[in-house]
Every structure is written in C-alpha cells, then in structure tokens.
C-alpha cells in the first residue's frame, strides 16, 4: 500500500495534445526529464476526474468487468519540464488527499494547487456529478450541463436569489452590474465549451 504522502506528493499533471492535461504518477526525475506513467485512455470521456477512479482499473476482476469497470493499461512516459506548459519546470500537482482522490471544492479560491489542470479537473468532476456551477471568488463559472437540473431551478431557489442579490443588495446598480457579468461569463464559457467539442 502507498504512503499517504506518496499519494499526495508524485500525483501531477502532465500535458497532452490530445486531453490538454492528463493526471500521472511520477515515478523519477533526473535534471529537466521526469518519467511519469499515465493511462492510456482511448477517449476524454473516460478519463476520472482524477488518476485514482473506482471506475477504472488496470486489471479489472470478471465481476468487476460485469458492473462496468474498465480495463485501462497504463504507460511510462518521458516529460520535458523545460517545455513552456510547466512553470520553472515543474509538473502542476493534483489536488488529492491521503489515498489519492480528487479533493473537489465548490469555490477554486480554496484550490491547495491553483493551475489550469486543477480548474479544469475540478470542473470536469462538478460536471460528472451535475453541479453546472462552481465560484472562484466572486465569480461563477457555469458548465453547460445539456440537461435541465429540476432543483436548481425552483420557486424556492429563484426566491432565495432574489431576496440575496435584489432586496438586500448594495444598490440597484450594483445587481445589474453583478448580472451583466455573470451573464457575460456564463456567455464566454459557453463558447469556450463549444469550441473543444
């Protein structure tokens, strides 16, 4: 069994040209070379929100085959850390706790590791669960989840909204001000969603 800080400390990021980012293991690292091993994923949609997933495995039993779970072979690859996507030539870390598992947060100021891998693994798994919205900050960042979510979207919701940001706000101004931009963010990530589909 690993040691919790092994799960914590050799659980990276690497960059991809096809997924972006994929989570990896770091297994040595000599000068500007690391030797990492990833699965080998044939599509973005079976990649777990993070390396260690109770969906997948390298050698799944026959039972676990009947209920789903995925054979997955893993590789070794060499990494370039001079390359421009790691900063000073490190690989960006997962967000992960003792065994290994993706620690998700619904506002990604509170993100232990803050990268463009972290926001966007943190996002996938909200997304996986049907949690379309997640804040960084003051900011909502919204996923389009290409279903309608009944309870997101109640009388009861809509009137708690309402009362926080209408009648209990600073101004009137500054509601208009808060739903251009969400509106505005809502709009930007939508086309960003969209492109990489």
């Given amino acids: 069994m690993a040691s919790s ?18 989570p990896a ?3 040595s690292t000599s000068g500007n070379k690391a030797i990492v091993q990833v699965k080998d ?7 777990p ?15 676990q085959k009947k209920r789903g779970i995925k054979n997955i072979s893993t590789k070794e690859l060499e990494v370039d850390l001079s390359q421009s996507h790691y900063n000073e030539g490190v690989l960006p870390l997962q967000n992960v706790d003792e065994d290994g598992k993706l620690i998700e947060v619904e506002d990604m100021v509170d993100l232990s590791f ?6 966007l693994y943190n996002l996938k798994a909200r997304h ?6 997640t804040r960084t900050g003051d900011i909502v960042i919204a996923v389009n989840p290409y279903q309608w979510i ?24 500054r509601c208009c001000y ?9 709009m930007i990530v939508s086309c960003i969603m969209m492109m990489n589909l």
């Avoid at 800080?5 to 994929?22: D, I, K, P, Q």
């Avoid at 803050?114 to 926001?119: D, K, T």
């Avoid at 996986?128 to 919205?133: A, M, T």
């Avoid at 808060?178 to 809502?186: M, P």
């Fill in 49 to 63: 929100a993070c390396e260690v997933s109770v969906t997948l495995a390298i050698n799944p039993t026959t039972a």
């Fill in 128 to 133: 996986s669960r049907g949690i379309p919205y």
């Fill in 114 to 119: 803050l990268h463009e891998a972290a926001i």
């Fill in 25 to 27: 293991k770091v297994i």
């Fill in 41 to 47: 994923y044939e599509e973005d949609t079976s990649i």
């Fill in 178 to 186: 808060v739903t251009l931009r969400y509106v505005t963010l809502l």
């Fill in 150 to 173: 009944h309870e997101l979207y109640t009388e009861e919701v809509r009137a708690l909204y309402a009362e926080k940001l209408v009648w209990n706000g600073t101004s009137t101004l």
């Fill in 5 to 22: 800080s092994e799960n914590t400390t050799n659980r990276v990021y690497v960059a991809s040209e096809s997924f972006g980012w994929l």
